[in-house]
């Protein structure tokens, strides 16, 4: 079982910046990748950003120039820097870990969402 905590969420005003965090912790052989998706309202859940174990990140179309994708492996930690936001960024964001147990088996576990909103 893995558990995933994040952190980071928030109000933040339109062109200012945020921090997501993403701790993965449990009992895993290896992660695969780590990677951050949203839901805006009304929206269904689409990809911001991953990092796959071969250090490839791959970004929305909406997200890249301006989103950033980073992992700290000793930490099993993965971020997303958010800046120039806008008001179409608000959504839960969620962490997404894909990990291999030690059977080899790949397993998909989900965070519990942490708000963003961006207003004046």
């Known amino acids: 079982q893995v558990q995933l905590v994040e952190s980071g969420g928030g109000l933040v005003q339109p062109g200012g910046s945020l921090r997501l965090s993403c701790v993965a912790s449990?009992?895993?052989?290896?992660?695969?990748?780590m990677g951050w998706y949203r839901q805006g309202p009304g929206k269904e859940r689409e990809l911001v950003g991953r990092?796959?174990?071969?250090?490839?990140?791959y970004y929305s179309d909406s997200a890249k120039g301006r989103f950033a994708v980073s992992t700290d492996d000793a930490k099993n930690t993965v971020y997303l820097q958010m800046n120039f936001v806008k008001p179409e960024d608000t959504a839960v964001y969620y962490c997404?870990?894909?990990?291999?147990?030690?059977?080899?088996?790949?397993?998909?576990?989900w965070g519990q969402g942490t708000p963003v909103t961006v207003s004046s």
């Open positions: 449990g009992n895993f052989f290896s992660i695969e990748s």
């Open positions: 990092s796959t174990s071969s250090s490839t990140i």
């Open positions: 997404n870990v894909k990990v291999r147990d030690h059977n080899w088996v790949e397993r998909d576990y």
